[in-house]
């Protein structure tokens, strides 16, 4: 009878462990939900691919892309890709507060280019994802004979 009772008391220890450790994980799923909720998020004023319209080749034109970090922890943009060396990014690279605004600064160069030009710029930052696109556009005309030759 003694070792009936010993098994017992094994058995419920065990269900009772394994409760526990399935509490924890459930505890563990949650916490990491909430810290994804409160992760930085870069939330643009603009939205939709932006148009620079029609250039002559050799312009160079800039546009600013203005945000807000509407998540609850600093904003940190770790870098910025260009879909071309034509493209030239600039951002913060300080920590952005949550509820602060700053600015993607994109500079295009024409020079080369003709015809319709569509460019990505990629920001890779501590958000879930972890990566933003911005999109812009332009035409870009030839030179004139005229220009060409002066």
Excluded at 23 to 38: H, L, V, Y
Excluded at 53 to 73: I, K, M, R
Excluded at 81 to 89: I, K, M, R
């Amino acid at each position: 009878m003694h070792l009936r009772n010993w098994l017992f008391a094994a058995t419920l220890t065990a269900i009772s462990l394994g409760q526990f450790s399935c509490d924890n994980r459930k505890q563990g799923e949650a916490a990491k939900a909430t810290a994804t909720a409160k992760r930085p998020v870069i939330t643009f004023a603009e939205k939709g691919i932006y148009d620079f319209g029609t250039l002559t080749e050799g312009d160079t034109v800039e546009h600013v892309f203005a945000f807000t970090n509407t998540g609850e922890f600093p904003l940190i943009i770790n870098n910025i890709t260009a879909s071309c060396g034509c493209t030239t990014p600039d951002w913060p690279h300080e920590p952005v507060a949550p509820g602060a605004k700053s600015s993607v600064r994109v500079r295009f160069n024409s020079r080369g280019k003709s015809g319709e030009q569509n460019k990505t710029i990629t920001i890779f930052a501590n958000t879930e994802p972890a990566t933003t696109d911005l999109q812009f556009k332009a035409m870009v005309n030839p030179k004139s004979d005229s220009a060409k030759t002066s």
